[in-house]
């Protein structure tokens, strides 16, 4: 794999990484991990928001993931294909750094490529002395107003949305005996991690490309379970990073089932931390997302989704929940393809 980065005249405001992808990547069908992707689009964020905040002179610091927001898997990526990832730091306010990153896949023998991924990432800078302490964000240089703006509403935008996915954050997923197929417990599944040395920063903490890694594994064992088909990822709504997770922690990765169209399925994931190593803190919630899954044939086409069965008042209310969010997603997915239609 290889790194290279752009300079502006002082500071490096993009980053440009590409890899060829092995089979240890890819699930049976050959197609990527999700997950694979994800962390890859984590790191060259990483790389150029802790570049950017170490850029002038004062406090050395790394910068920490805060908030993926809704990705889109465009086009499955396959062993052999080459993927170009692209960052570039769209927007700083004073204590945080929004990157943009897009994900291209190169067939090494036609030489053809396709975009597969666009993503939005948001990074604080924590102090390497302290890593409570938040430090200020060097700005950039815009090259309108405009842009600025724009900038501006995103970053008010999400910081809202953060808020509210807290407020509703104390859900628990509990085991299920003899579950009947295709309901919530039949499928739902979780994953026990230990957090080493080499899943993690500088500070000691999760770096958020493994933590989003397991977080995909785990929500296409539950789809995989539900649907018992080939299935790949085809979007992450926003993933909030709530709390720092430390190394020596042990992760619990829950995943269920809340919601199924004709051709998708909607995945709630959950990481919960229990600090294990000199720390009294008790068990609580890291990490939250909901990732939408479809099943593909043996040819790659789109397969019909069998229906999930929902059995109590909250799995109701969690599918409606679904729908609402998938009903969404899909207007604005119109809106944005009439101006195309139009041309």
């Given at each position: 794999?290889c790194?290279?980065?752009?300079k502006?005249?002082?500071?490096?405001?993009?980053?440009f990484?590409?890899?060829?992808?092995?089979?240890?990547?890819a699930?049976?069908?050959g197609n990527?991990?999700?997950g694979?992707?994800?962390?890859m689009?984590?790191?060259a964020?990483a790389?150029?928001?802790t570049?950017h905040?170490?850029?002038?002179?004062?406090?050395h610091?790394?910068a920490?993931?805060?908030?993926v927001e809704?990705?889109?898997f465009?086009s499955?990526?396959c062993i052999?294909?080459?993927?170009?990832?692209?960052?570039?730091i769209?927007?700083?306010?004073?204590?945080s750094?929004e990157?943009q990153?897009?994900?291209l896949s190169e067939?090494?023998?036609?030489g053809?490529?396709r975009?597969?991924?666009r993503a939005?990432?948001?990074y604080?800078?924590?102090?390497l002395?302290?890593?409570?302490?938040?430090?200020?964000?060097?700005p950039?240089?815009?090259?309108s107003k405009?842009l600025e703006?724009?900038?501006?509403?995103?970053?008010?935008?999400?910081?809202?949305?953060r808020l509210v996915t807290?407020e509703r954050?104390g859900?628990i997923?509990?085991?299920?005996i003899n579950?009947?197929?295709?309901t919530?417990?039949?499928s739902?599944?979780?994953l026990?991690?230990?957090?080493?040395?080499?899943d993690?920063?500088l500070?000691?903490?999760?770096?958020?490309g493994v933590?989003?890694?397991l977080?995909?594994e785990?929500?296409g064992?539950?789809?995989?379970?539900?649907?018992?088909?080939?299935?790949v990822?085809?979007?992450?709504d926003a993933?909030n990073?709530?709390?720092k997770i430390?190394?020596?922690?042990?992760?619990?990765i829950s995943?269920?089932?809340?919601?199924?169209?004709?051709?998708?399925?909607?995945?709630?994931?959950f990481v919960?931390?229990?600090?294990?190593?000199d720390?009294p803190?008790?068990?609580?919630?890291?990490?939250s997302a909901?990732?939408?899954?479809?099943?593909?044939s043996?040819?790659g086409k789109?397969l019909?989704?069998p229906?999930?069965?929902v059995?109590?008042?909250d799995?109701?209310?969690r599918?409606?929940?679904g729908k609402?969010?998938y009903?969404q997603?899909?207007?604005?997915?119109?809106v944005q393809?009439?101006?195309?239609?139009q041309?």
């Amino acid at each position: 794999s290889c790194f290279c980065a752009a300079k502006s005249p002082d500071i490096a405001l993009f980053l440009f990484h590409f890899r060829i992808m092995r089979p240890d990547d890819a699930n049976i069908a050959g197609n990527v991990h999700g997950g694979t992707i994800l962390k890859m689009i984590e790191e060259a964020g990483a790389i150029i928001s802790t570049r950017h905040c170490n850029s002038q002179a004062g406090e050395h610091c790394v910068a920490a993931l805060a908030r993926v927001e809704r990705t889109d898997f465009l086009s499955p990526m396959c062993i052999g294909e080459v993927a170009h990832v692209c960052a570039e730091i769209t927007y700083t306010s004073k204590r945080s750094v929004e990157v943009q990153v897009n994900v291209l896949s190169e067939n090494i023998l036609t030489g053809a490529k396709r975009v597969t991924n666009r993503a939005t990432l948001w990074y604080v800078p924590l102090s390497l002395k302290n890593v409570d302490k938040v430090l200020e964000v060097p700005p950039i240089q815009y090259a309108s107003k405009e842009l600025e703006e724009e900038g501006k509403k995103r970053y008010d935008e999400q910081k809202l949305e953060r808020l509210v996915t807290k407020e509703r954050n104390g859900d628990i997923i509990f085991p299920v005996i003899n579950p009947e197929p295709y309901t919530v417990g039949y499928s739902q599944s979780s994953l026990i991690h230990l957090v080493g040395p080499s899943d993690c920063t500088l500070h000691g903490f999760v770096h958020g490309g493994v933590t989003m890694k397991l977080m995909d594994e785990v929500a296409g064992i539950v789809a995989a379970r539900h649907c018992k088909t080939n299935i790949v990822t085809a979007s992450v709504d926003a993933i909030n990073f709530h709390e720092k997770i430390k190394k020596g922690c042990v992760i619990t990765i829950s995943g269920r089932m809340t919601f199924t169209s004709n051709k998708s399925m909607e995945i709630e994931v959950f990481v919960d931390a229990d600090p294990f190593v000199d720390e009294p803190k008790e068990r609580y919630r890291a990490v939250s997302a909901f990732f939408t899954y479809v099943s593909l044939s043996k040819e790659g086409k789109p397969l019909p989704v069998p229906q999930l069965l929902v059995e109590t008042e909250d799995e109701k209310r969690r599918f409606e929940d679904g729908k609402g969010r998938y009903l969404q997603t899909k207007a604005k997915r119109q809106v944005q393809m009439q101006p195309l239609t139009q041309q």
